[in-house]
């Protein structure tokens, strides 16, 4: 929300300046977004009057002015404004002058062949209106020399963020109250004086909607004079970066915007009959201020007549019945709309407006009468007329509260102990009643402050008035002793994954858990895909059914950008439908390699692209630190249809248990996602891994070296090409569990000497002795074993 310093005066009696006032504002809450002075950008500029103004030798519509800027000689500056005379006193820009409007720098520089020292300016390009049809005049008494901005004035404007929760804000005059309460200033009281009605309301005002609108106000001012508004309110709505209209128009932003009290104003000549608030009718439509059409429903709220509906209640007005420069009668609506109905409208309709900011985070109900005799004073004032009586139609909620409060909380719960005189202070200075009983007090809330419900509330008023900062910081207590462990199994294995990850040279990425559908329908391998409702935007409408098209994504904008490698990884979560039909997390890792794995050199010679081994060892590497048994993983197909159907796998625990899948990326997935080269694949399901049996405590068992040194012995198998040389391993691991502690492929051939349809697969198996070294009998019965339980592979020892 904008506003200037001089509209927060008219409310606020302070001499503090916009600095002062910024840092209070973020220390209530009213966090500060920025502070701009349109001033500052015009220090170049002069008041400056035109002597004389002859026509320009080479052009008609231009002029070369002698231009008086109250030091030294005149300047000379061509200028093509129509109403450009001797006499005028005006703007002049002086080179090195930067224009507000476009950024153009000032020089001095040829027209037409006439040398210019200078721009005489218009209001739009000061960014001071919208004017642009002659320079600006000022009175002729305007102090010639003067920088415009001395001349102008400061007038900072202040940019403040309003949190949800905090209604009673969403107008000037409740910030005032604000920075009165933390003792920056006085507030000054609101002059209402109901203004009596000469006539009775010729209009029939009616609520046939309780429920989305309990109270509907108005009444008839006729004779008005429409037109430009004064001075001093177009120059307000400046400052809070509206446009102004018109003066009714302006005089209703004006309430919405100072007292944050939305109304409405009809052109009575097009209204027949009553004028209700009801239910709109489903397929009932109505084009909005905004130049849009819309179509209604019947959970909707609207302002109609008998010919039709004229207002979306509490959110737009209908363009065919709004005021124009010949209104003469207006009829003013202030109503209080039903919040919930608000925001449903608005979300429904995809239709946001000042006033449904305001109606849905909930006006003051008590503020109708107030609001529409601000309303009806500050017409009458700037356009003239006479008012009718007022109609109310239903009754607002009466948004009475009172709380029962411990003025001891504020230091058991606010950790600040504020004595009870200056929470009384502060509560009172913020309107709240307090009413000091036995052992506590009530305190009544006022009625624009719907956020309040129970003591928590009342001692966060207190403190943020106080001031945050004299909270102090106390240390937590401690235990005595070795601290016990706070992390969750889950939050210690994401650590542990996310570190080792990190170690091997991947870069972490955070990645939105939403996602285009088409992306997310290309991950989803058959199952649901959860949509929202109300996403942020249509590209991120999808929850991510896996962590790789983020990932894809963030791999392609490092590709583009030239990045001749890129390693990356995400741990989260992933989105699918569970058992009972509700969404399902489960945790999730994945990598993407792409580009270069080995960079062109000297030595390795031409650039290696990643391949799936890569990913393979990526994936057992990361399993085994998220402490799943690597050692008894099968490699298995069936990696999905993203990844390359030759160049991919599982790692599974048995048939049915897939903990990881990894490999290339199918040629499909990467011309779907735009990404070119090769780029590898992996991604671990934490939430399969098992959890470790048998181990009780934290503490490791002691570790005992073994006595003897281990040997090693080589045997080649003969083996079918359709059998994996890892099936072959894990049998060989199994022969003598006793003996066995280690084997490994060393060598792979098929060439002269093998038979058709086979390969020659070399392993180096690890032998430990325990008790006694091995003699020639026992190792020949460990080799038995060994070819035994290869030959259970149809593996054939070669000779």
């Known amino acids: 929300m904008k506003f200037a310093l001089s509209w927060l005066k008219t409310f606020l009696d302070t001499e503090a300046d916009a600095d002062t006032i910024a840092k209070k504002l973020t220390a209530l809450g009213l966090e500060i977004e920025s502070v701009e002075d349109a001033s500052a950008a015009l220090a170049k500029f002069r008041v400056a009057r035109v002597l004389t103004a002859e026509k320009h030798p080479q052009a008609d519509k231009l002029q070369v002015l002698s231009v008086d800027t109250g030091e030294g000689a005149p300047l000379q500056v061509v200028c093509g404004a129509p109403n450009a005379r001797a006499g005028l006193v005006g703007v002049l820009g002086l080179p090195g002058a930067t224009v507000p409007a476009n950024g153009m720098v000032l020089k001095v520089a040829a027209v037409r062949?006439?040398?210019?020292?200078?721009?005489?300016?218009?209001?739009?390009?000061?960014?001071?209106?919208?004017?642009?049809?002659?320079?600006?005049?000022?009175?002729?008494?305007?102090?010639?020399?003067?920088?415009?901005?001395?001349?102008?004035?400061?007038?900072?404007?202040?940019?403040?963020?309003?949190?949800?929760?905090?209604?009673?804000?969403?107008?000037v005059y409740g910030i005032a109250r604000d920075l009165a309460a933390a003792g920056l200033g006085t507030l000054k009281p609101i002059v209402t004086g109901g203004v009596a009605g000469s006539f009775p309301c010729p209009v029939e005002i009616r609520t046939d909607d309780a429920e989305g609108c309990p109270a509907f106000y108005g009444r008839v001012i006729r004779g008005v004079k429409n037109g430009p508004s004064p001075q001093w309110l177009q120059d307000a709505l400046k400052g809070a970066g509206q446009r102004p209209i018109s003066a009714l128009v302006d005089a209703t932003n004006y309430v919405m915007l100072g007292y944050g009290r939305p109304a409405h104003a009809y052109d009575l000549a097009r209204l027949t009959g009553a004028v209700v608030a009801r239910r709109a009718v489903d397929g009932e439509g109505v084009t909005a201020l905004n130049g849009k059409?819309?179509?209604?429903?019947?959970?909707?709220?609207?302002?109609?007549?008998?010919?039709?509906?004229?207002?979306?209640?509490?959110?737009?007005?209908?363009?065919?019945?709004?005021?124009?420069?010949?209104?003469?009668d207006v009829l003013l609506e202030v109503a209080y709309f039903n919040p919930q109905r608000i925001a449903r409208t608005g979300q429904t309709l995809a239709l946001s407006s000042d006033a449904r900011t305001r109606f849905e985070r909930g006006v003051d109900p008590a503020f109708l009468d107030d609001g529409l005799a601000l309303l009806t004073k500050l017409i009458l004032e700037i356009c003239g007329g006479e008012a009718s009586e007022v109609v109310r139609a239903g009754t607002p909620p009466s948004g009475q509260k009172t709380v029962a409060y411990d003025p001891a909380l504020a230091g058991r719960l606010g950790g600040v102990d504020v004595p009870k005189g200056e929470q009384q202070r502060i509560l009172e200075a913020l309107c709240f009643g307090v009413v000091d009983a036995a052992d506590h007090w009530v305190v009544s809330v006022p009625s624009w402050r719907p956020d309040v419900d129970g003591a928590p509330d009342i001692v966060e008023e207190v403190i943020r008035v106080h001031g945050l900062d004299a909270v102090p910081s106390v240390a937590l207590p401690r235990a005595d002793g070795v601290a016990k462990p706070t992390a969750t199994p889950v939050q210690a294995l994401e650590r542990r994954v996310r570190r080792a990850a990190a170690a091997r040279?991947?870069?972490e990425a955070v990645t939105w858990s939403f996602l285009p559908e088409a992306e997310a329908a290309h991950f989803a391998d058959g199952q649901f895909v959860w949509t929202l409702a109300n996403p942020i935007s249509e590209d991120l409408k999808a929850m991510r059914p896996s962590l790789l098209p983020g990932l894809l994504g963030a791999a392609k904008r490092n590709l583009d950008r030239g990045a001749s490698s890129v390693r990356v990884f995400e741990v989260g979560?992933?989105?699918?439908r569970a058992e009972d039909g509700s969404s399902d997390e489960k945790l999730s890792l994945a990598v993407v390699l792409a580009g270069e794995q080995t960079p062109r050199g000297w030595a390795s010679g031409k650039a290696r692209g990643f391949d799936a081994f890569d990913a393979k060892a990526e994936a057992l590497a990361l399993l085994g630190e998220a402490g799943a048994p690597v050692e008894n993983l099968q490699v298995m197909g069936e990696a999905g249809s993203q990844f390359h159907p030759g160049q991919s796998a599982t790692l599974r625990l048995g048939p049915k248990q897939v903990l990881a899948r990894f490999g290339m990326i199918h040629p499909v997935t990467a011309k779907a996602f735009d990404i070119d080269g090769p780029v590898a694949l992996v991604e671990l399901f934490l939430d399969r891994i098992p959890a470790k049996k048998g181990q009780s405590g934290f503490a490791r068992a002691a570790y005992a070296p073994p006595a003897l040194q281990a040997v090693t012995r080589d045997f080649a198998f003969l083996l079918p090409?359709?059998?994996?040389?890892?099936?072959?391993?894990?049998?060989?691991k199994g022969a003598d569990k006793a003996n066995i502690?280690?084997?490994?492929?060393f060598d792979d051939f098929r060439g002269t000497g093998v038979p058709e349809g086979h390969k020659s697969v070399a392993l180096e198996v690890t032998l430990q002795p325990v008790d006694k070294s091995y003699d020639e009998a026992a190792l020949k019965a460990i080799a038995d074993k060994i070819v035994a339980a290869a030959a259970k592979q149809g593996a054939v020892l070669r000779g």
């Open 113 to 171: 062949g006439v040398e210019s020292n200078g721009m005489m300016c218009s209001t739009r390009e000061l960014n001071l209106g919208d004017d642009h049809d002659g320079i600006i005049e000022l009175p002729a008494d305007a102090p010639v020399g003067t920088s415009y901005a001395d001349y102008l004035g400061s007038d900072p404007v202040f940019d403040v963020a309003i949190t949800p929760n905090r209604p009673d804000c969403m107008g």
């Open 293 to 328: 059409h819309y179509i209604l429903d019947a959970g909707m709220t609207v302002i109609a007549d008998e010919a039709g509906v004229h207002d979306i209640a509490g959110i737009m007005g209908g363009e065919h019945s709004g005021c124009a420069d010949e209104t003469t």
């Open 505 to 507: 040279g991947l870069h």
């Open 573 to 576: 979560r992933r989105y699918l």
């Open 721 to 732: 090409l359709g059998v994996p040389a890892g099936d072959l391993l894990r049998s060989v």
């Open 741 to 745: 502690t280690g084997a490994r492929v």
